[in-house]
């Protein structure tokens, strides 16, 4: 019998090294003993950024498969299972793909240190050399210049996402210090389509690609998307589009509509494609509706939302949402990774809800214990208790204000674990 995804994973986490040292040396060496699958890919679109990569991706395939064509889709972290990591031609990778390709790539590595995300990008390029598709969308993990999958000499496309601050640690205190690691997606002539940015981050994306001859097409300069009378309006040089506004909730899916839009028309596809960008996008756990489970059981007359937004971009999109939403009292369940500058996104949340019941993420080593999450509430004015778990959460806020409406939130990780549980 075929040894599980799940054991083959875990044997992969076990080859993490001591050290972290960012370098693609590993990735490189790993491809070499697997037979350079990274050559063998349909053409890449690599997406690099802070917030907004996922659902931009999302809104580009569905442009894409709208027309008949069929994408690979590389994305990280998952929420329930591993599988949703890697899309075969448009349909989540099946247990026994998933088995054979970990276990090629563990049976090439052997005993040598590697990451687990280096090992297991390794194993989504081969599943992709294995599997004919039209496109290969691929999800930048952290950062860009190191990432496990800037491997791709020459890429069809690049994309940078807006960029704000998350994981210092690794790439930068500062929005120009993280720029220009995600800048390092930048490829010598090949175009890249640039979603609105800070000033610093844009001079910073700007003067890499001149030095690479890249072209860019940027936000602001080379195209244009705002809503007018419930209608998304994107404009380039090409000409104007009247579309639907994103089916993906919340003001900040504009500009990422704007940007899967401005790379559907630099891929040379037309209205069908942009209309199906905005009205058949799938991505869970953002600003995602849960109406059917137990959750929704125990929330009674509340409405429920979920959402995995973790750094302060992410709160200010989150507020920005619910500001946007009929007026109702808002609660928030919310666990969050202890390596999140949780004040920060916990500040623009404070000025639109009205508490907050911290929880502990199951099963993470990470997590911020509940008490602490409440603390940091409290620090930015947010009146906060604990729950033991995230049922209880709803169940306490249900009973003490029906009819509200309750977003659980904070982490992608708390959000896997909402819809695992939840069904």
């Not at 044997?11 to 050559?39: C, F, Q, S, W, Y």
């Not at 860019?216 to 809503?227: C, I, N, R």
């Not at 947010?382 to 729950?387: K, N, R």
């Not at 309750?406 to 069904?423: F, H, R, T």
């Amino acid at each position: 019998m075929p040894v599980s995804s799940d054991r083959l994973l875990a044997r992969m986490l076990e080859l993490h090294p001591k050290l972290i040292d960012l370098t693609l040396d590993r990735v490189h060496r790993l491809l070499e003993a697997t037979g350079h699958p990274e050559r063998a890919l349909p053409p890449v679109i690599h997406v690099a950024g802070t917030n907004g990569k996922g659902s931009t991706l999302a809104m580009i395939r569905a442009g894409l498969e709208a027309g008949g064509e069929t994408c690979h889709v590389y994305t990280s972290p998952h929420l329930a299972r591993f599988h949703e990591r890697i899309r075969l031609a448009g349909t989540l990778i099946a247990e026994d793909a998933l088995s054979q390709i970990l276990d090629d790539c563990l049976a090439a590595n052997g005993s040598t240190p590697i990451t687990f995300f280096e090992i297991t990008t390794v194993a989504a390029f081969l599943a992709f050399a294995r599997t004919p598709a039209d496109w290969t969308l691929l999800e930048v993990g952290l950062g860009g210049r190191l990432d496990a999958t800037n491997v791709i000499d020459s890429p069809r496309l690049t994309i940078i996402t807006p960029v704000d601050l998350d994981h210092q640690q690794f790439l930068g205190e500062t929005v120009a210090a993280i720029a220009g690691e995600k800048a390092g997606i930048l490829k010598r002539g090949v175009p890249c389509v640039v979603a609105p940015q800070h000033e610093d981050a844009l001079d910073v994306i700007e003067a890499r690609a001149a030095k690479l001859g890249a072209p860019l097409l940027v936000h602001g300069q080379h195209w244009h998307v705002t809503t007018e009378h419930g209608r998304l309006v994107y404009q380039d040089e090409d000409g104007l589009l009247d579309l639907p506004l994103p089916v993906l909730p919340g003001p900040h899916q504009v500009q990422n509509a704007g940007t899967a839009l401005a790379a559907l028309r630099a891929l040379g596809k037309g209205d069908a494609a942009a209309e199906a960008a905005m009205t058949r996008a799938e991505w869970p756990a953002r600003m995602q509706r849960l109406r059917h489970g137990p959750l929704v059981e125990a929330a009674g007359s509340c409405e429920l939302w979920l959402d995995g937004g973790h750094n302060p971009a992410g709160g200010r999109a989150v507020a920005a949402t619910l500001r946007g939403m009929p007026s109702r009292p808002t609660h928030l369940v919310c666990g969050m990774l202890g390596t999140k500058d949780v004040q920060g996104y916990l500040a623009p949340l404070a000025q639109v809800a009205d508490s907050l019941t911290a929880v502990t993420i199951p099963d993470s080593d990470a997590t911020l214990p509940a008490d602490v999450t409440a603390g940091h509430a409290r620090a930015v004015g947010l009146p906060a208790a604990t729950a033991e778990t995230t049922l209880a959460a709803v169940t306490q806020l249900a009973a003490a204000h029906p009819g509200a409406r309750l977003l659980i939130c904070g982490s992608l990780y708390l959000a896997g674990d909402v819809l695992k549980e939840n069904g």
